[in-house]
T-cell receptor, first 115, second 115 residues
Framework: GAGVSQTPSNKVTEKGKYVELRCDPI?????LYWYRQSLGQGPEFLIY????????DSGLPNDRFFAVRPEGSVSTLKIQRTERGDSAVYLC?????????????FGPGTRLTVT | AQSVTQPDIHITVSEGASLELRCNYS??????LFWYVQSPGQGLQLLLK??????LVQGIKGFEAEFKRSQSSFNLRKPSVHWSDAAEYFC?????????????FGEGTQLTVNP
């Protein structure tokens, strides 16, 4: 079956621009997570959805970052007024349920470069 | 708050040699523990996980890990390394008490395998 997919795989944008990153989770997975991985670092949690609602957005660094999951499947991470420090690989993961310990399946990521 | 430390940034081993990657965690109770592997351009793949029970867990690709509560450690081992094991390895901890099981990752250990 299809895994988690993310588009685009690469995105180059200018400082100050708006970007959207898309995540298609595994069909039937109710939980969806966004992480950010900077060069040489481990992934850092951004936000988690259970169904359509953001259950935990405590990892979003500031109000320029926002994510939605309107139909409980596909999710979009939105970044306004991008800054060079936003450059990173943005990873999406999904799991069958949100209860602790459920395996999270990761997508290949979107590499965002802000020039 | 939970945290993970991977003391070794980079490890080099010869093919056929044994391997141990270290992971120490900080968490107030019994955590969920994971090891993921990331190859260049690939998403994170789960190697193994510990929830409870037997402290020695077996994973894919011949890997195993041992949970030692007294040492707050969850070291990854493999008796004989193959060249294809060259990759970056991440240890992660998930919260037990809260739903959503957001993962906290270590900074990773880069494994190089010499022929």
């Amino acid at each position: 079956g299809a895994g988690v997919s993310q588009t685009p795989s690469n995105k180059v944008t200018e400082k100050g621009k708006y970007v959207e990153l898309r995540c298609d989770p595994i069909s039937g997975h109710t939980a969806l997570y966004w992480y950010r991985q900077s060069l040489g670092q481990g992934p850092e949690f951004l936000i988690y959805f259970q169904g359509t609602g953001a259950a935990d957005d405590s990892g979003l660094p500031n109000d320029r970052f926002f994510a939605v999951r309107p139909e409980g499947s596909v999710s979009t991470l939105k970044i306004q007024r991008t800054e060079r420090g936003d450059s990173a690989v943005y990873l999406c993961a999904s799991s069958l349920m949100s209860t602790g310990g459920n395996e999270q399946y990761f997508g290949p990521g979107t590499r965002l470069t802000v020039t | 708050a939970q945290s993970v430390t991977q003391p070794d940034i980079h490890i080099t081993v010869s093919e056929g040699a044994s391997l141990e990657l270290r992971c120490n965690y900080s968490y107030g109770a019994t955590p969920y523990l994971f090891w993921y592997v990331q190859s260049p351009g690939q998403g994170l793949q789960l190697l193994l996980k510990y929830f409870s029970g037997d402290t020695l867990v077996q994973g894919i690709k011949g890997f195993e890990a041992e949970f030692k509560r007294s040492q707050s450690s969850f070291n990854l081992r493999k008796p004989s390394v193959h060249w294809s094991d060259a990759a970056e390895y991440f240890c992660a901890v998930g919260a037990v008490e809260t739903s959503g099981s957001r993962l906290t990752f270590g900074e990773g250990t880069q494994l190089t395998v010499n022929p």
